[in-house]
């Protein structure tokens, strides 16, 4: 009961992020998916059609992954863009992010130790970028993907703004 009353109190609130990410961001999941599976589902079947001798132990494998890639092209970009929201404010980022795991995770703004907009090969054909803030926590950066590029540097740089202007020791 103590700890919520010091959140309360230093004016943190406790709340689910209010923003969604960005429209194509389930699009591009889709495709990341579709790469990440459909690849050694290929594989798979192209082995089965030019080796005779394992094509009888190929096929639990290859429906396998054929079940694989159509929960993850076909379930879960949606379910992501359902779960995944962000929120950046003068006190705190707010993230909530996952399909089978949810997690939801507060950096307060003075614990911030850099603030980074990365954009990764398919992130930039479908104009998306992750904002990523690194605080002293063992569970390591808060990674807000799916964002659309402009709105991941302005998050960034208001918050490298804020940040610097917050008192506290980013540890």
């Known amino acids: 009961m103590a700890i919520i009353g010091e959140v309360e109190n230093s004016g943190l609130k406790v709340r689910p992020p209010a923003l969604r990410v960005d429209r194509r961001a389930p699009a591009w999941w889709m495709v990341r998916n579709i790469l990440v599976c459909g690849v050694p589902l290929a594989l798979l079947i192209a082995g089965a ?14 429906v396998g992954m054929a079940l694989v890639l159509a929960a993850k092209a076909g379930v879960e ?11 950046v404010t003068d006190r705190a980022t707010y993230a909530s992010t996952g399909w089978l795991v949810v997690e939801w995770r507060v950096a307060p703004t003075s614990r911030i130790q850099t603030v980074d907009a990365v ?19 063992s569970s390591g950066a808060i990674n807000i993907r799916g964002l659309d590029h402009r709105t991941a540097e302005e998050a960034a ?15």
């Open 49 to 62: 059609v030019l080796w005779d001798p394992a094509r009888a132990w190929l096929i639990a494998p290859i």
């Open 77 to 87: 970009p949606w379910w992501r863009y359902r779960v995944h929201r962000w929120e």
């Open 119 to 137: 954009r990764g090969p398919l992130e930039q054909l479908f104009g998306l970028a992750t904002l990523r803030v690194t605080t002293a926590s």
């Open 157 to 171: 740089a208001r918050l490298a703004v804020v940040a610097e202007l917050s008192e506290g020791d980013a540890t």
